[in-house]
């Protein structure tokens, strides 16, 4: 079979992987969103669908008030003796735990923490023996990719922390993964930070403790040096096997608006690359790049959503709330949000009344109809506080209007406002590669509110780790319904920009 790269589209940066059961599990990072770490399921590898995230409960996750970018950093997940384990980092408190769940269906455990610092931790369970490994600094306070053995029962260390690899001399060595694959334990890794040179590299040695001998041709695997090209940034991988043998990364990877312009707003998606052996080594990709396109043994179909209502997307699995919402402002119904505005609105890093999906491809239609009692209640395209376009109802002493506000870092402008003939309205988004058109259909008369650039959003302006989410919102003590809710994606077909 054929399949296209990125296999998962959208802000799912830091994909971990593993198999169980005859089926994939992927978990990826939220930063700041909640519910936390998205999960995945897959018969294949290529189709992987949501069904639900790991981190649903507030003990298990502490995000009040934390940074943009701050709180749930890059995940791993495992299965061992019939058991799922996922164990990250909260950025923000410093502190890095493992849940887990004998039912992947179903909750997960409360947090296990363990005492190693740094970020990316992983696990590997080697026999009796567990490894915790993260990057960070190890108990004689050196630097690099950092392990401990731990108590999986209680998450106590059972050894000091040892710095055990300094990589291939790029900076960020980071996302650490530990395997024991035969007779060697393989060490792989992401450096040159998660931007354009961002990369994968791996040493092997015959102990868990190192040294490891490098791999001569690292990296591995990136795409830095291919241009013009769009699929950029890859780096921050899992190698998995599967059933039949055959072995793949998955990483994360971003795609550029245009090849000629270096910025991205989508986020970091997953992209899965083959891997081949020989004498003990693997290889990645396409001479360590990472393709569009590839040929696989499967007889199976890519296949892909591309048309979102709230009656086909279940609100507790791929909606995301900003921080810990008050779920007293949400009434979610089959066909109907009504959200309850609060005064916190959306330049704050606080709980505004948002609840959004993430955007999954350039070429979209998002339509919405919106009806408001006071206040402002609409749709934003999300970045973080900082930047973002709002489109909205809201209401101007006796009347209503529709609205376009273009926030991008200190210039907080209102593009548009149009008078409506009711407090209801249909609110349209279209967007491409290099922007989005934002349109009001006030009792079947369309006008155009105005454009908003993509490359504002992107992560080169904005910085930090997100990607664009679309979020309905409410702000005032008011009351938004929202109904008639349609996002429709065309395949972008990024390879004849
Ligand atoms: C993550 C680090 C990285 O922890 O970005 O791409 C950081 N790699 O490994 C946040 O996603």
Same mark, same amino acid.
């Given at each position: 079979m054929k399949y296209v790269n990125p296999i998962i589209k959208g802000f799912y940066p830091d994909p971990s992987v593993c198999y169980a059961n005859g089926k994939y599990y992927l978990v990826c990072s939220s930063f700041q969103y909640f519910p936390g770490v998205p999960l995945f399921e897959s018969d294949d590898l290529v189709n992987f669908k949501q069904i639900g995230n790991v981190l649903t409960r507030k003990s298990q996750v502490e995000l009040d008030k934390i940074n943009s970018s701050g709180g749930v950093f890059a995940p791993t997940i495992r299965y061992n003796n019939e058991r799922f384990y996922m164990v990250t980092t909260n950025d923000t408190t410093h502190k890095n735990f493992y849940v887990y769940t004998d039912d992947i269906y179903g909750e997960w455990s409360e947090p296990v923490y363990v005492d190693q610092g740094g970020i990316d931790p992983s696990l590997l369970f080697d026999g009796e023996k567990v490894y915790f490994t993260s990057n960070g600094t190890d108990d004689d306070g050196e630097g690099g990719v950092c392990q401990c053995e731990i108590d999986i029962k209680t998450g106590k260390k059972l050894s000091r922390t040892k710095c055990i690899w300094k990589g291939s001399g790029g900076r960020y060595l980071e996302s650490p993964h530990l395997y024991k694959i035969g007779e060697y334990y393989y060490l792989m890794a992401a450096e040159g930070g +998660?931007?354009?040179?961002?990369?994968?590299?791996?040493?092997?040695?015959?102990?868990?403790?190192?040294?490891?001998?490098?791999?001569?041709?690292? %990296?591995?695997?990136?795409?830095?040096?291919?241009?013009?090209?769009?699929?950029?940034?890859?780096?921050?991988?899992?190698?998995?096997? +599967?059933?039949?043998?055959?072995?793949?990364?998955?990483?994360?990877?971003?795609?550029?608006?245009?090849?000629?312009?270096?910025?991205?707003?989508?986020?970091?998606?997953?992209?899965?690359?083959?891997?081949?052996?020989?004498?003990?080594?693997? +290889?990645?990709?396409?001479?360590?790049?990472?393709?569009?396109?590839?040929?696989?043994?499967?007889?199976?179909?890519?296949?892909?959503?591309?048309?979102?209502?709230?009656?086909?997307?279940?609100?507790?699995?791929?909606?995301?709330?900003?921080?810990? %919402?008050?779920?007293?402002?949400?009434?979610?119904?089959?066909?109907?949000?009504?959200?309850?505005?609060?005064?916190?609105?959306?330049?704050?890093?606080?709980? %505004?009344? @948002?609840?959004?999906?993430?955007?999954?491809? @350039?070429?979209?239609?998002?339509?919405?109809?919106?009806?408001?009692?006071?206040?402002?209640?609409?749709?934003?395209?999300?970045?973080?506080?900082?930047?973002?376009?709002?489109?909205?109802?809201?209401?101007?002493?006796?009347?209503y209007e529709a609205v376009l506000k273009l926030n991008i870092g200190d210039i907080k402008h209102i593009q548009n406002a149009v008078r409506l003939s009711d407090n209801k309205a249909q609110l349209v988004i279209k967007s491409d590669n290099f922007g989005y058109s934002f349109m009001v259909n006030d009792n079947g008369t369309t006008t155009s509110l105005g454009y908003g650039s993509a490359k504002y959003l992107s992560s080169e302006v904005s910085g930090g780790f997100t990607g664009v989410v679309l979020g309905l919102y409410a702000i005032g003590n008011n009351t938004a319904e929202f109904t008639d809710f349609t996002i429709n994606y065309t395949d972008s077909n990024e390879r004849e920009i």
């Open positions: +998660t931007e354009y040179g961002h990369m994968i590299t791996y040493g092997r040695s015959d102990s868990p403790w190192g040294p490891f001998e490098n791999y001569s041709k690292n %990296p591995v695997l990136t795409n830095r040096n291919k241009a013009p090209y769009i699929i950029q940034g890859i780096g921050h991988g899992d190698l998995i096997e +599967t059933p039949d043998g055959d072995w793949f990364i998955l990483s994360l990877g971003f795609r550029q608006i245009h090849h000629w312009q270096p910025y991205h707003h989508l986020g970091r998606e997953v992209f899965l690359t083959p891997v081949k052996w020989k004498d003990g080594w693997f +290889t990645a990709g396409n001479d360590g790049t990472t393709e569009f396109e590839y040929e696989i043994t499967g007889d199976f179909a890519q296949t892909r959503k591309t048309s979102y209502t709230f009656e086909n997307t279940p609100w507790d699995i791929e909606w995301l709330y900003l921080r810990h %919402p008050k779920k007293e402002n949400y009434t979610l119904l089959p066909h109907k949000a009504i959200l309850n505005g609060t005064e916190i609105t959306l330049d704050m890093a606080d709980t %505004p009344t @948002f609840i959004g999906l993430r955007q999954r491809d @350039f070429k979209m239609d998002l339509s919405v109809s919106v009806e408001i009692d006071s206040g402002e209640g609409g749709v934003t395209v999300y970045m973080c506080e900082n930047e973002h376009y709002d489109i909205a109802i809201k209401k101007n002493g006796e009347y």
